[in-house]
């Protein structure tokens, strides 16, 4: 019974402690797509906000995936993006 009790307490230590970041620090997509964009990656958050304007046409992933096209200088799309 003692050994049963140390192997739980074992395997829950260890998600506490070993996967903190899976546990309590999960990024969303939008979160991780504006870091890009700060970070100047717009490349990545394009692919990110394009997606997410894709599935979900918020006005904040609106603004991010045209700024971020704008940046990488597809003016053509943009501005299709911008029509629809």
Same mark, same amino acid.
């Given at each position: 019974?003692? $050994?049963?009790?140390?192997? !739980?307490? @074992?395997? +829950?230590?260890? %998600? /506490?402690?070993?996967? =903190? ?18 970070? $100047?990656?717009?490349?990545? !958050?394009? @692919?990110? +906000?394009?997606? %997410? /304007?894709?599935?979900? =046409? ?18 053509? $799309? ?7």
């Amino acid at each position: 019974m003692r $050994k049963k009790l140390n192997i !739980a307490f @074992l395997f +829950f230590a260890f %998600l /506490f402690v070993a996967g =903190p970041g899976k546990l309590f620090a999960q990024q969303t997509d939008e979160q991780l797509g504006v870091q890009y964009y700060q970070n $100047k990656q717009y490349d990545k !958050a394009l @692919l990110l +906000f394009e997606n %997410l /304007f894709g599935q979900m =046409p918020s006005q904040f992933n609106y603004i991010y995936y045209v700024n971020c096209l704008v940046e990488l200088k597809d003016y053509d $799309k943009a501005e299709k993006v911008i029509k629809k």
